[in-house]
């Protein structure tokens, strides 16, 4: 039983790690979006 939770709390670690390496990749995207967007309309 003890293998088990500690098996569950490491899947939870895992997935809470990705999860928060999906939101800073997002971000980043989004912010080179706003980048690429705002190059385009100053260059305009």
């Known amino acids: ?4 939770n500690k ?3 490491t899947l939870k670690g895992i997935s809470n ?3 928060v ?3 800073i990749n997002s971000q ?3 912010a080179k979006d706003l980048d690429t967007t705002k ?4 260059n305009k």
Request: aromatic letters at 4%; glycine letters at 0%; charged letters at 25%.
């Open 1 to 4: 039983m003890a293998m088990i």
């Open 7 to 9: 098996l569950a709390k």
């Open 17 to 19: 790690y990705l999860l």
């Open 21 to 23: 390496s999906e939101r």
């Open 28 to 30: 980043k995207c989004l």
């Open 39 to 42: 190059t385009i309309i100053d």
